[in-house]
């Protein structure tokens, strides 16, 4: 009797566990607030095995600074995509930017009323229509439908089980995702399995497909970008070793701080290692020209050393960020970065570092926003 009623609440825990797993979460819509500065936005990027290929897709909207007239525009989906020549490859972005009173973002079918928490599945549906093309991200826990059409390219796919940050619905930012911060990010999924998508030239009819990769997922929301950040995010498709990492300067009432939320997982090796500011002390060297950046963290028991790198000429022009007076061109991004990534161990006694796990990763993401763009190309004022 006592083993029946203990291992059915065994099976209780790994249900409630497997659901969190399954979804969970701060991906759905935030209340917007009445006045701004405010903006909520999505990401996503495609690993496609079989082609060696990638795509991104970024959709937002912003409420700027009330009060202050604006000319930018305050919603904006944009594609991202490699163009390839002589085996050099820079990333492009095709911008379809719309109306507020042409954006439908719904949960549930419904009005968003109430901010997202960390255990209710996601449900939710991003929409803009316009003349020129538009298109959907609906999201429900494990399966994501997305179409959109921007310029003379179509991209629509479907995304299935998400591989969460964490069991527990919560993100990089822990428990630090309930403090009042100029800025969040969450990471709903670092490596979706991927149904299949498409990606469409409607004039000359090229199409690319795949139904081989992973989808990273995220989303940030808050007041503003920082003045100056760095990102990256990438997966091993032999080993399903994954990583993603982000950092700037966070401007807090007094002073301003340079914060990392920084993830990596291992899942043959059972490695799964989070960082954050509150439980870790980070050493960077960034070089937006040369294109590189090492992080180094230490937490209490592992010390974990990022080094990333991409060709300059691989990078994007200016992207689209969200600040506090809408979008403007504010970071620069490759998706032909390369990543190597050595785990250490502490010991106390005897004191000494051991290397636990080494991997390289090819065809990731990086970014440089802000200052941090070489020569401040994208200008941006502090
Ligand atoms: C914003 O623009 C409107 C219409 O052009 C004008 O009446 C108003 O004074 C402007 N407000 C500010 C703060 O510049
Ligand atoms: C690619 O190679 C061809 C032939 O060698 C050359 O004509 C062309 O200029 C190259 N393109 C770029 C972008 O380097
Ligand atoms: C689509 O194809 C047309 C015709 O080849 C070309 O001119 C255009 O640049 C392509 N669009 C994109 C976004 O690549
Ligand atoms: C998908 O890609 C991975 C990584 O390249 C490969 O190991 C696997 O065999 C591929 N799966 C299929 C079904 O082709
Ligand atoms: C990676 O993870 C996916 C889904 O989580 C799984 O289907 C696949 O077999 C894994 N690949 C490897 C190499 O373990
Ligand atoms: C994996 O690691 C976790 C946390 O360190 C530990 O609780 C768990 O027992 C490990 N699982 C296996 C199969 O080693
Ligand atoms: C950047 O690249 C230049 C030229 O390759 C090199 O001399 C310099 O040391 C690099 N700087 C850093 C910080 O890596």
């Not at 996601?122 to 803009?128: D, L, N, P």
């Not at 003349?131 to 999201?139: A, I, K, L, N, T």
């Not at 498709?237 to 990392?260: D, H, K, M, R, W």
């Not at 954050?276 to 937006?288: E, F, K, L, M, Q």
Request: charged share 20%.
């Amino acid at each position: 009797m006592m083993k029946v009623m203990i291992s059915s609440i065994g099976i209780g825990l790994l249900l409630s566990l497997t659901i969190h797993n399954v979804c969970g979460s701060l991906y759905d819509p935030h209340v917007f607030p009445d006045t701004g500065p405010f903006f909520e936005g999505w990401y996503l990027r495609i690993n496609d095995y079989d082609n060696e290929g990638s795509v991104g897709l970024l959709f937002g909207h912003v409420l700027p600074e009330t009060s202050k007239n604006t000319t930018r525009s305050l919603v904006i989906a944009s594609l991202l995509v490699r163009q390839c020549e002589n085996a050099s490859c820079k990333l492009l972005s095709y911008d379809g930017t719309y109306a507020i009173s042409q954006l439908r973002v719904t949960v549930d079918g419904k009005p968003v009323t109430n901010d997202p928490d960390y255990e209710s599945p996601s449900r939710f549906r991003w929409e803009v229509n316009s003349p020129s093309g538009g298109g959907y991200f609906d999201q429900t826990c494990d399966k994501t439908l997305f179409s959109f059409r921007i310029e003379d390219l179509v991209f629509r796919g479907e995304i299935g089980r998400p591989e969460p940050w964490s069991m527990s619905g919560k993100g990089p930012e822990g428990w630090l995702s309930a403090l009042p911060l100029p800025l969040h990010w969450f990471v709903y999924s670092l490596r979706s399995e991927l149904v299949s998508y498409m990606l469409v030239n409607v004039t000359s009819g090229t199409v690319i497909r795949g139904v081989n990769g992973s989808v990273h997922m995220e989303k940030n929301w808050g007041q503003s970008f920082p003045a100056q950040w760095i990102w990256s995010e990438g997966v091993q498709p032999e080993n399903n070793a994954s990583f993603a990492l982000s950092g700037g300067l966070v401007a807090l009432p007094i002073f301003s701080v340079n914060a990392y939320l920084i993830g990596y997982r291992n899942p043959k090796k059972n490695i799964s290692l989070d960082f954050r500011p509150d439980d870790s002390i980070v050493n960077t060297d960034i070089n937006g020209c040369n294109g590189t950046v090492i992080v180094t963290t230490k937490g209490v028991l592992h010390e974990v050393e990022f080094s990333l790198e991409a060709s300059p000429n691989t990078f994007s022009d200016c992207l689209l960020g969200p600040e506090s007076m809408g979008f403007r061109p504010a970071c620069v991004e490759s998706y032909d970065a390369r990543a190597t990534v050595r785990v250490f161990v502490r010991n106390y006694i005897p004191w000494q570092y051991t290397l636990i796990d080494q991997q390289t990763f090819h065809g990731i993401a990086l970014e440089f926003g802000g200052l941090h763009v070489c020569n401040n190309k994208c200008n941006v004022k502090v």
